[in-house]
């Protein structure tokens, strides 16, 4: 069974804001994509998780986020789901990451 459609709707109702966000199907979840470059993806739970490296891991860690194991991505806790503008904060973080992530493996 694969994620539950409505929260799939809700998640790309709050990350509209942040850009051209679009997601797909995939590995049983929900990939989320900014410009065509992943960032976020939705677990069967359903749960929304964004792409981490060094520059944002920290923050994560220190609101308890659980890491998506293997998978360079982390929980979003509810209480910045609750708050908009924090969202928009971590999900354009996460955009950067992924867009660097993304330029290096084309190096």
């Given at each position: 069974m694969g994620v539950d459609q409505n929260y799939i709707d809700w998640v790309m109702d709050l990350l509209e804001p942040v850009g051209n966000v679009t997601n797909k199907a995939m590995f049983g979840g929900h990939g989320i994509f900014e410009d065509q470059i992943m960032f976020a993806l939705v677990s069967k739970e359903p749960a929304l998780y964004f792409k981490v490296d060094d520059s944002n891991r920290e923050i994560y860690e220190k609101a308890g986020s659980l890491r998506y194991r293997p998978m360079p991505y982390f929980s979003v806790p509810a209480d910045i789901l609750e708050d908009q503008d924090q969202l928009h904060d971590w999900a354009k973080?996460?955009?950067?990451?992924?867009r660097a992530t993304s330029k290096s493996k084309r190096k």
């Open positions: 973080k996460s955009i950067e990451v992924a």
